[in-house]
């Protein structure tokens, strides 16, 4: 097991363990997260741990293209009860998915360092953030109630942006189906612009019904 100083250094990814540790310590700064992502290496601790830095094989992915959309999904997205948007509100999203309560979590691993991390890369690009929003009908309430109530963030997710990849980290849902509403949002602005596919680190249920599927680390790592 390695453990990292202040040099700006990781050991080969093929020397981490079976569950994909690959080191512990080092820093959380712009550029060793920099370096981590480019080189499919993530870190995931918990509070008052050393940090931690993953590269598991195989690794979860979702290619643009192979995203499946379920017939009750598109029923919800053409109910338009919603509005979505991207990095309007990076610091609200990590917040939400710091304090979600998650079935079978006692904890979270975003930690305080983690979250100031990441709002750092947000403001030099690298870390971005999908929201969605509420919608309200004006006959519902007053229209200046309404302009109020539209800002309730009911959803959304954040990652690391490679140019080319999409890395994932987290996501929430205040309201059933909205992290989905959001994840498929991104997919399918990724897609326009020819991303080769969207990182979500380990296996994940929930990503797997939205299309993502396992892949060597030796073939993810081609794509970066």
Known sequence: MYWLSEELWFPPVETATPEGILALGGDLSIERLQLAYKSGIFPWFSEGDPIVWYSPDPRMVLFPDEL???????????????????????????????????????????????????????????????????????????????????????????????????????????VSNTSKIAFIYLVEELKKKNYKLVDCQVYNEHLASLGARQISRKEFLKYL
């Open 68 to 174: 499946k959309i379920s017939k009750s999904m598109r029923q919800i997205l053409r109910k338009e009860e919603f509005t979505v948007t991207f990095n309007k509100n990076f610091k609200d999203v990590i917040e939400n998915c710091k304090v979600i309560a998650r079935k079978g979590q006692a904890g979270t691993w975003i930690t305080e360092e983690m979250k100031a991390a990441y709002i750092e890369l947000h403001k030099i690009g690298w870390a971005k953030s999908v929201e969605v929003w509420r919608l309200f009908e004006t006959s519902e309430i007053g229209s200046k109630q309404k302009a109020q109530n539209e800002k309730d963030l009911i959803g959304g997710l954040y990652g690391v942006d490679l140019g080319t990849v999409f890395c994932g980290e987290s996501m929430f849902s205040k």
